[in-house]
């Protein structure tokens, strides 16, 4: 375009966006977004099983080398007649040699309820215990013997739970708040002890499932356990007991039978 000097010009144009196009956008990133996030929330969760898992194996090593350091005698969830022993599972870990930080929390814990001023998310199979601390009864509705050695087990080991993820169950309440500090004993034991009412379906961590640790060192997400359909228990060294062995994950079965 010329000036009226005759000189030649260019126009720069300048577009703008439109209020329209702008929504449209937004929209778009939104979409996207929503499409992305799940997938993104699942990787992460992904990475915090693994993460539980590999805390459990690490426990399993400390907790063979006890029973290897001890003519076979399986660390006992409360309590032992052994001088070496101490009044709770996880202090018995930590008295021989588990010192991992944080190595009792599993990352999906949103509870991080615990005692002993730790964040404790596992419980521990409430059948290992020895008959001369059994003056609680806490075992007389279970099997007629706990486990004491590794000795009373065979092929059954790979199906009997150690420890499985059970951040939701604190005392008779699930998700029940209490400080890590001042838990009584009562609560103590309902939160690390690993009873008979136990249902993976009341009390999944991951996917649906739960992080568990077994008596042959494997570990494993599962949606079912196995126990006797007479009393829930998983003592699978028991074979004589009475009553059949049901694999199940439903809720309230344990309860019922």
Known sequence: ??????????????????????????????????ILMPAL????????AVSCLSNQKQMYGFWLAYTDSNSGWIMPCIGSNLATDY??????????????KNGFACPSDEYKNGADNMVISYAYNGGFMFRSGLGSGYFADAAEIPLEK?????????????????????GAQSGLSEKISDCS?????????L???????????????????FLNGSARNIRSRWGHSTCG????????????LSETSFSNYWNNN
């Open 1 to 34: 375009m010329r000036d009226q000097q005759g000189e030649f010009h260019i126009r720069s144009v300048i577009r703008r966006f439109t209020l329209i196009e702008l929504l449209v956008v937004i929209a778009i990133i939104a979409i996207l977004a929503a």
């Open 41 to 48: 929330q699942q990787a992460r969760e992904r990475g915090r």
């Open 87 to 100: 009044s709770y599972w996880y202090l018995g870990l930590q008295a021989n040699g588990y010192k991992i």
């Open 150 to 170: 590794l000795s009373q087990t065979g092929a059954e080991a790979k199906d009997i739970i150690i420890l499985t993820d059970f951040w939701k169950r604190y």
């Open 185 to 193: 004993s009562e609560e103590r034991v309902n939160k690390i002890a």
């Open 195 to 213: 009873k008979r009412g136990f249902d993976i379906s009341n009390y999944s961590a991951h996917g649906g499932g739960t992080n568990a640790l």
């Open 233 to 244: 228990w998983n003592d699978l060294w028991n074979k004589k007991i009475k009553g059949s």
